[in-house]
């Protein structure tokens, strides 16, 4: 039986390099470094598992898929006295 090449590492969707065994992180269905697992808005190096999800991009739990994505108003920390035009006292 012949030897035959491994197959070839999976690339980064970051970086665009190779991802090795030992480096490889999977997230959001693709395939990325450990260092290259950033949140979307803060660019913050997220941890496997430790990150939600949006449209494909990962995102920080807390402070910016909250933001970004979380509810708004008083509590969802939105600004009470930022009402839309419908609302506005004329």
């Known amino acids: ?33 450990k260092t290259c697992l950033k949140c979307g808005k803060c660019k913050k190096v997220l941890a496997a598992g430790g990150y939600l999800e949006k449209d494909g991009t990962p ?11 979380g509810p708004e108003g008083f509590r969802g920390g939105g600004n009470p006295m930022n009402l839309g035009a419908e609302y506005k006292k004329t």
């Open 59 to 69: 995102y920080c739990e807390k402070p910016c898929f909250a933001a970004l994505f």
């Open 1 to 33: 039986m012949p030897w035959k090449p491994p197959p070839p590492a999976p690339k980064c969707v970051v970086c665009e390099k190779s991802v090795y065994q030992a480096e490889l992180v999977r997230a959001c269905d693709k395939v990325y470094h």
